[in-house]
């Protein structure tokens, strides 16, 4: 299935293009080269563009290139109906490759509208087509709200990663007292990872020299100390990606307890009705299955003791879905 990877956050200065830079590496290093597209869709600041394909960004800004003298027109998203189909060549790409957009801040209504105008994700479901929206946080109530926002809005159609930017926030325990936040979670199958820091030394001469990170891993001038440290730091966030991890399970409710018991006791029944059929198929067995019988009711005693020691366990957590069963799958 094709991916469109939508990076947001809808604030500004929430790394969004500086994660967005780690995934574009994750994908084109040596030992991944996944086929990848990138539209940077900020039309007054594509930095990431800029980084990745000059020329051709580069183009945009100094000459506004479009179709009618036989460039490439710059892809954005756009309020004025003459210019709202601009974005439909992410959608038609995507057919054929993986899609990265780097989107800008405040672009929610706009992205929004684009895709519930053409029933995209129905669209997509049809087509192989699935969108995945990796949202920059950065721990403040605002950052917070917004993701909120948009998951609430999708509701588990559009799979959604939060992206926990540690270079702007240090502690993100508070979440764990967010109830509306770890129920969303859970309920969507919600993606949480890090994004680790990178020392600002570093990063600083990354930005100004307008280096991939692949590239600053073989820059001389870093020295080695500063080629290690970028080293880790990309070690560290492909980890990340990769993995993927849930915030703490939300404890069940006393009442989802008892039905809980409830629906146990029926599936025992039941079984021990199923039990006394089989018990007659095993009757005409004989012999053999006098013998077997002794062993079943070994396992019978076993099976009790084993149902009195669930029994006696602490309040139990919801399972986390297994990556199998996760229909938010994420991967390239």
Known sequence: MAKIHLIGGEKGGVGKSFFARVLLDYCRRESKKIDIELFDVDRTNPDVGLIYEPHKYQ?????????????????????????????DVIFEKALTQTMLVNLPAQVAPLLNKWIEKHDLLTLG?????????????????????LFKDSVNKYKGQMPHVLVRNNGLCFSWEHLLEDVELAAAIRKYRI?????PPLEYKERNLIDANKWTFT???????LGMIGQQRIKMFLDK??????KGEEIVPVPVSKTKKRNSSDSSKA?????????????????????????????ASKNGNSATKDGEDSANQPSSVEPIPTEKEDPSNIGF
Do not use: M, R
Request: with cysteine; hydrophobic share 30%.
């Open 125 to 145: 479901g049809a087509k192989g087509i699935t969108f995945v929206h990796w949202f920059l946080c950065t721990g403040g109530y605002e950052s917070i709200q």
């Open 191 to 195: 993606k949480v990872i890090d994004l």
């Open 267 to 295: 599936k025992t029944a039941k079984n021990g009705t199923s039990s006394g059929k089989n018990g007659d198929s095993a009757s005409k067995n004989g012999t053999s299955a006098s013998k077997n019988g002794t062993s």
């Open 59 to 87: 183009q945009f800004l100094e000459n506004n290139p479009d179709n009618s003298n036989g460039k490439v027109q710059q892809v954005y998203f756009s309020d004025n109906f003459l210019e709202s189909d601009l974005v």
């Open 237 to 242: 966030a492909y980890e990340q990606i990769e």
């Open 215 to 221: 590239a600053a891993l073989n820059e001389d001038s």
